[in-house]
């Protein structure tokens, strides 16, 4: 059964991910030019893929398999990449912010239907 809690706890642990990505991605852009540096990023598409929402099933395909990845190529750290990344993990941010925005209200709504 598919409930609101379930919902919220799922994207809960979304917004989390992205909020990690986030850091690596920031980290990424702060040792640019630090010699050795690996870039490192967080794939979360493992955690998506086992939720039921066709939101969460969408950016699973989309995102991939695997849960965290550090890149070990030995290029350097693109910036205007890291940059680009950032705005990704900024939509998809928002879209989760929504989604639990929506779930809040369908719980208020079920709150006040009851009374």
Not at 16 to 37: E, W
């Amino acid at each position: 059964m598919y409930t609101s809690l379930d919902s919220m706890g799922k994207v809960s642990l979304m917004m989390d991910l992205i909020s990690q990505r986030q850091r690596a991605l920031g980290s990424n852009i702060a040792n640019v030019h630090t010699p050795g540096y690996i870039r490192q990023d967080i794939e979360f598409g493992q955690y998506l893929s086992t939720m039921n929402s066709p939101l969460e099933t969408r950016l699973s395909e989309k995102l991939g398999p695997s849960a965290i990845a550090t890149d070990r190529s030995e290029e350097p750290v693109n910036a205007a990449n890291e940059l680009l990344k950032i705005q990704e993990n900024s939509i998809l941010y928002s879209m989760a912010t929504r989604r639990m925005s929506n779930i809040v209200t369908e719980m208020k709504t079920v709150i006040n239907v009851g009374k």
